[in-house]
């Protein structure tokens, strides 16, 4: 099982950005669909999960500016509105708490 990860960018400070996750490979669906980030010199921390039965989990620095969305069986996005520098980091999908996404990067200017 492969997830590829795409949408990452250059956006300044207030504007937009909409991560995507696709998983391929003998796999029928993804059930537990998550992002996390790392942020340059950090640590590896979770942005948002959704669980199999939609419920939503979010950290609190992000909380009412982004959202985590199911696009099917086996997508997922992560919409980033009202973006901060701080939230410059390496993005990485994660689906079933297995698989992991190659990363994508988003770079917020002030």
């Known amino acids: 099982v492969q997830l590829q990860a795409s949408g990452g960018g250059l956006v300044q400070a207030g504007g937009s950005l909409r991560l995507s996750c696709v998983a391929s490979?003998?796999?029928?669906?993804?059930?537990?669909k998550a992002w996390y980030r790392q942020p340059p010199g950090g640590q590896r921390e979770l942005v948002a999960v959704?669980?199999?039965?939609?419920?939503t989990t979010y950290a609190d620095s992000v909380k009412g500016r982004f959202t985590i969305s199911r696009d099917n069986a086996k997508a997922w996005s992560l919409q980033m509105n009202n973006l901060k520098p701080e939230d410059t980091a390496v993005y990485y999908c994660?689906?079933?708490?297995?698989?992991w996404g190659q990363g994508t990067q988003v770079t917020v200017s002030s």
């Open positions: 994660m689906g079933d708490s297995t698989y």
């Open positions: 490979g003998t796999i029928v669906s993804i059930s537990s």
């Open positions: 959704m669980l199999r039965n939609g419920r």
